[in-house]
């Protein structure tokens, strides 16, 4: 089992400084791979009871500094999970239209529905990191910022959004080592930025803003988690254990309502069969207009859910 920070109590001390960003020295490569692909198959499964339940949706968060590993967290941890129901957005600078709204306009147009994952490379925490190192708008601002996310997140949480928030906690030394890397791979290369080499300047700045974020913004239903992020095995095992201990409690639940649903569409198909066998011409016509309710609901719903996920086309 890798050992995480976890702070889900608002006003906790954060001091990142303390915290590793090595893996723990009991635990090997090999270990972390092996147990890694049984927690992919495990997400998988869990994944796919969410998007039948439609009860609950998910959202990852992924912060970190340069180089910290986000693409690479999206690329092992999400890769495993189905496609289907899985929405990826990275947060870069914000466009025009962005700026003509509030900070929280562009997440939350991007939330999670029921069923599905989103996952956020970079988000609205930039508000109170990026924007408040760099200055961009009045500390009067930023400072009112995080009881905006604290109520913005217990919103999601009501509506039945899991939210985990990882902060992915590299070293300068793995950084430099990365970005040095990026800069000699012509493959990679495309990734690299001027800014990344004067936000290293700001090293301190932005671990003062991350603390408290991290601090201000960990609540029970939205908690942080701090990822010990140097080797990227360890980083890809701390991130698929943590989410699939927080999904495993909802697995019970989930499976009752795909149980109570199949039971109303079994029972459906029996009296359709039976229908069929039995009669026919009008007699059936009348049956067919008799629907069960659950049936005429989800016909209801079916127009709907096909416009907005394409499954109509
Ligand atoms: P990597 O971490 O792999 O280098 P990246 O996340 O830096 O990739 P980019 O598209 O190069 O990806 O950078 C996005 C940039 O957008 C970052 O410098 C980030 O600080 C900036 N950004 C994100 N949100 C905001 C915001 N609200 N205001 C200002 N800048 C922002």
């Known amino acids: 089992m890798p050992q995480t920070s976890v702070f889900d109590e608002p006003g906790a001390k954060v001091r990142l400084d303390s915290i590793s960003t090595d893996p723990p020295p009991k635990m090997t490569k090999a270990k972390a791979k092996e ?3 049984s927690l992919n198959e495990e997400l998988f499964e869990l994944q796919d009871l969410l998007w039948g339940a439609k009860t609950h949706s998910v959202l990852l968060v992924l912060q970190g500094r340069d180089a910290a590993g986000k ?5 092992h941890v999400v890769g495993g999970l189905n496609p289907r129901g899985v929405q990826v957005t990275s947060f870069g600078v914000p466009t025009t239209e962005e700026r003509q709204h509030d900070f ?23 508000d109170v990191l990026v924007v408040r190192v760099h200055e961009l708008v009045k500390k009067s601002v930023w400072k009112t910022r995080y009881d905006s996310i604290n109520a913005f997140e217990s919103l999601l949480a009501e509506h039945g959004c899991i ?11 793995e950084q430099e080592k990365r970005l040095l890397e990026r800069e000699k791979d012509p493959v990679a290369a495309w990734k690299i930025n001027v800014e990344d080499w004067k936000e290293r300047d700001e090293w301190g700045d932005f671990t003062e803003a991350y603390e408290d974020a991290i601090s201000r913004c960990s609540l029970p239903h939205a908690p942080w988690i701090v990822v010990p992020a140097d080797a990227k095995w360890y980083r890809n095992l701390v991130v ?17 309502t795909l149980d109570q649903v199949g039971k109303e569409r079994r029972a459906e198909l029996t009296a359709w069969h039976a229908g069929r066998e039995g009669d026919s011409g009008e007699k059936a016509q009348r049956r067919r207009k ?24």
């Open 163 to 173: 939210i985990l928030k990882y902060f992915l906690h590299i070293s300068k030394d």
């Open 71 to 75: 693409d690479g967290t999206v690329k």
């Open 35 to 37: 147990r890694f692909e």
């Open 240 to 256: 698929a254990e943590s989410l699939a201990e927080t999904l495993r409690p909802y697995r019970k639940e989930w499976l009752k």
């Open 290 to 313: 008799r629907r069960s309710p659950a049936r005429r609901k989800r016909v209801a719903e079916e127009p709907e859910r096909a416009a907005t996920d394409g499954s109509g086309a």
């Open 104 to 126: 929280l306009w562009r997440v939350h147009r991007v939330a999670p529905r029921q069923g599905e994952f989103s996952i956020f490379n970079r988000s609205h925490y930039e």
